[in-house]
């Protein structure tokens, strides 16, 4: 199989090269760099099937004669992290809305009909505070909170784009919503909080918990999406499925705090910061999101493999290592 990703250097896009190319597929990525880094393809990077091009898909010439190349293509490319939407707002609607459109635009006029699967975004499902969030709930946007909710509706523009070309033009289309996901290569720099919380633990430096630590997330081991990823994307379809990708195991922020120090043997101590002096303005958070996974099972044979526990050790691991090794 010939496996095109776009924002194939980026934290899951990596795992989802390494994962085929393990399968013996040839793959190609492209990405600009922008959360992505020559150091997430390195593993690979000399594997006679991978090639790369560093291209910001929306500006990427090759990319009409690329795309006929494909027999499956990951659109992973998109500015993401919450410390990027808020500093570059507008930039999260025009990337993330044209190169989604860019890429299906190109599917179409090639002529030749891949399975497509679009990253989507838990966020989209808004601040609803349900116990589980299922596929087919309305969608909360708070219109008096812009640039909070540009990842959001850049995710959702994207889903209608990609279920109009699957319609219209016959393309199999699948869209994973994923949820909080984690796991070796996922960087810290844009505000996920699993690799701040390690890297802060591993340091002894104070675990910054934003707001009360009361909100809640579910997590899931990379290694174990980028299996039902190629699970889902399998099953694209012309009607186009949308599907949440994730765990369904919650856990509150200052738990996971309070674990990540034990697993760590720690002594580092947790820091309450408000949202406003964390993010340098006011924040809605998302207090619960948990994913209803029971459409993903129904889909995939795989079930997530990683505990949460078994994760963060992983990570501690892997930073006390880049610690130890950093040049003095
Ligand atoms: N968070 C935190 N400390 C940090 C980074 C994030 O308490 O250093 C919180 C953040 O406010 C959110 C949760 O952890 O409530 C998950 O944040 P992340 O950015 O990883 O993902 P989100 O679920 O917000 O997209």
Redo the contacts with the bound molecule.
């Keep these: 199989m010939h496996v095109l990703i776009t924002g194939g250097a980026g934290f899951i896009g990596s795992h989802l090269a390494e994962l085929h190319l393990a399968q013996g597929h040839k793959v190609h990525v492209v990405d600009d760099f922008s959360t992505g880094s020559p150091a997430n393809i390195e593993p690979f990077v000399h594997n006679p099937d991978f090639r790369f091009t560093e291209a910001d898909i929306a500006n990427w010439p090759e990319l009409s004669q690329t795309v006929p190349w494909a027999d499956r293509i990951y659109h992973m490319a998109a500015v993401v992290?919450?410390f990027r939407v808020l500093d570059e707002p507008i930039r999260v609607m025009t990337t993330n809305v044209q190169g989604c459109d860019m890429l299906l635009a190109a599917v179409h006029k090639g002529g030749w009909k891949p399975q497509v699967l679009i990253a989507s975004s838990s966020?989209i499902y808004g601040p609803r505070v349900d116990d589980k969030l299922s596929e087919d709930m309305d969608l909360i946007i708070q219109p008096d909170a812009p640039p909070r909710w540009n990842y959001a509706i850049s995710k959702l523009a994207d889903e209608a784009l990609t279920l109009s070309y699957g319609h219209i033009h016959d393309i199999p289309v699948s869209i994973a919503r994923l949820f909080?996901t984690v796991g070796p290569r996922q960087t810290g720099r844009y505000?996920?909080?699993?690799p701040?919380?390690v890297r802060q633990a591993v340091n002894g430096e104070p675990l910054?918990?934003?707001?009360d630590?009361q909100?809640r997330?579910s997590f899931v081991d990379v290694r174990d999406t980028v299996v039902m990823l190629d699970q889902v994307a399998g099953k694209a379809s012309t009607e186009g499925i949308i599907v949440n990708v994730g765990h369904d195991r919650e856990i509150s922020?200052m738990d996971l705090a309070r674990l990540v120090i034990e697993r760590a043997g720690s002594d580092s101590v947790i820091e309450i910061i408000p949202?406003e002096v964390?993010y340098g303005q006011p924040y809605v958070?998302?207090r619960r999101?948990r994913p209803d996974t029971r459409r993903l099972h129904s889909m995939v044979s795989h079930r997530p493999q990683w505990t949460l526990e078994a994760t963060i050790d992983d990570l501690i691991r892997a930073a006390r290592q880049a610690r130890d090794t950093a040049p003095a």
């Design positions: 992290g919450v966020e909080n505000g996920m909080v699993i701040r919380f910054t918990v934003f707001g630590g909100q997330r922020i949202y964390a958070d998302i999101r």
